[in-house]
């Protein structure tokens, strides 16, 4: 433990999940040509008025009221002004001193299982930048298409007190914006990124150190070595006599460190002041209320609901809610089942979800739930194993088929003729009288080794449940 205590605040910009930008009908999507996503709005052109998009409004109320902030039915939008070659109007629209919403909190699980609660400061909606592109060959262009796409920025209070506490800060709140539908999760494509302003005080002190802004990292394994890389790199300058510089820092992945980009502007540097194109954002206290009632299920209590009412374990609804689409898809599956939710669990885990691939909030799975559950009924109906449900399985994968369907067409319907079966156990025993007697003379454990030779026999046909009553009565007769 060094004399020093880390002081570490975070900054999100999350996109919003709309279809049009923030200010005008110009498209989100991602991946397209350089400056095709333009209008004279978002170019910042002579008389071009901006109009407010009504669903951002509504997402980033509901992403304040799932984190327990206090929504505001008056907010301002005012103008944050500054000169980059990705900012064609000069200032950027945002909110400062009056936000969409302030004074909230975020309770998030760290590794050992230590639950930490952090405040967050205030959510405010901004439109995003564009982005400058520098080429091989030493030209650069900018690309205007994400400018004007709709933010909500999320500021916690600097009360984080490591880079892994900021990392398992950013994974929940990325979770929990993906279960309201307010935001991608896509990383790599920069729709959730996140500025680390870090700070270092003599321990038991109270005053602030001066703060250093990582800007703009978009890993959570990132964040937490370049909030652990600067943290040390604050101590070692202090301890050399040296003086920390209010700056704004970048993180360099390939050297593992941060490095200086510019002094770090206060608030008067920016000017802002009230965009005089858009009035004041009033929200009705009816609206705030009807979105509060529609908020989902979110993680926390999903994990706790699947835990205590549907009997899983713990890492298993932890796994089940590391993603709404493998919530849901869990969900459907078991209601079509009706039957043991571990059952349904069970195979999602250790089947479905090796195959299933994520990309931000989307996500493909090999089967679907209605093939899920009707594989699953078949082995409870017992028509067929355990054992051939994996190979049922690997047929029905990326198909429309029905288990059923593959069953029949395979032949595999579980052996349950009671004289076959036992003609045949009676036959496994008269060839292996050794182990018959062994048995008998109390070695129980032999059951296994008779079932294993009439299933190999059946070619794991015949029903395990039959197999091991029709054994257990002839070896104890």
């Known amino acids: 433990m060094t004399a020093y205590e880390a002081v570490i605040g975070l900054e999100v910009h999350a996109q919003l999940l709309t279809s049009s930008k923030l200010f005008c009908p110009c498209p989100t999507s991602f991946g397209a040509p350089p400056n095709t996503h333009v209008c004279p709005v978002c170019l910042g052109l002579p008389g071009a008025l901006p109009v407010l998009n009504r669903r951002a409004v509504e997402l980033a109320t509901r992403a304040a009221l799932a984190l327990r902030l206090t929504v505001h039915p008056t907010s301002i939008f005012a103008r944050k002004n500054y000169f980059y070659p990705d900012l064609p109007k000069g200032y950027q629209i945002s909110q400062f001193d009056r936000p969409l919403a302030t004074e909230g909190s975020l309770a998030f699980e760290l590794e050992g299982g230590e639950v930490r609660s952090v405040g967050i400061q205030r959510i405010h909606m901004e439109e995003d930048a564009g982005k400058n592109i520098h080429g091989q060959g030493g030209d650069s262009i900018v690309d205007l298409n994400r400018a004007g796409t709709p933010l909500v920025e999320i500021v916690s209070a600097p009360e984080l007190r490591s880079g892994a506490e900021a990392a398992a800060y950013l994974k929940t709140l990325r979770d929990l914006l993906l279960f309201l539908g307010v935001n991608d999760g896509n990383l790599e494509e ?76 206060e608030a008067e540097d920016y000017r802002y002041f009230p965009d005089p194109d858009l009035p004041p954002l009033r929200l009705e206290p009816a609206a705030i209320e009807a979105a509060a009632a529609s908020l989902p299920e979110l993680p926390e209590p999903k994990r706790e609901r699947y835990h205590r009412s549907l009997g899983l374990t713990p890492y298993a609804a932890g796994v089940l809610t590391a993603h709404p689409r493998t919530a849901a898809f869990f969900e459907e599956a078991l209601a079509l089942f009706q039957g043991d939710a571990n059952k349904v669990a069970n195979f999602l885990l250790s089947e479905v979800l090796a195959g299933a691939s994520f990309r931000g909030i989307d996500a493909t799975f090999p089967v679907s739930p209605a093939q899920l559950a009707g594989l699953l009924r078949l082995v409870e109906d017992g028509a067929i194993s355990g054992k051939q449900a994996k190979e049922v399985y690997a047929a029905l994968q990326h198909t429309d088929a029905s288990p059923a369907q593959i069953v029949r067409d395979k032949g595999m319907e579980v052996l349950r003729d009671e004289a076959s079966i036992e003609a045949l156990c009676r036959r496994i025993l008269d060839a292996n009288q050794r182990q018959v007697d062994a048995y008998r003379a109390g070695k129980t454990a032999l059951l296994g080794f008779f079932v294993g030779a009439v299933m190999k026999e059946t070619k794991g046909s015949a029903s395990p449940a039959l197999v091991n009553a029709i054994l257990t009565r002839l070896l104890t007769a």
């Open 190 to 265: 920069g729709s959730f990124r996140c500025d680390a302003n870090v700070s270092i005080r003599p321990r038991g002190a109270q005053r602030l150190g001066t703060r250093c802004e990582i800007k703009n990292v978009n890993s959570f394994r990132f964040v937490q070595k370049a909030i652990e890389f600067e943290i040390l790199r604050q101590e070692q300058v202090l301890a050399s006599g040296g003086t920390i510089l209010q700056e704004t820092r970048g993180w360099n992945e390939r050297d593992g460190r941060t490095f200086s980009l510019r002094s770090k502007e």
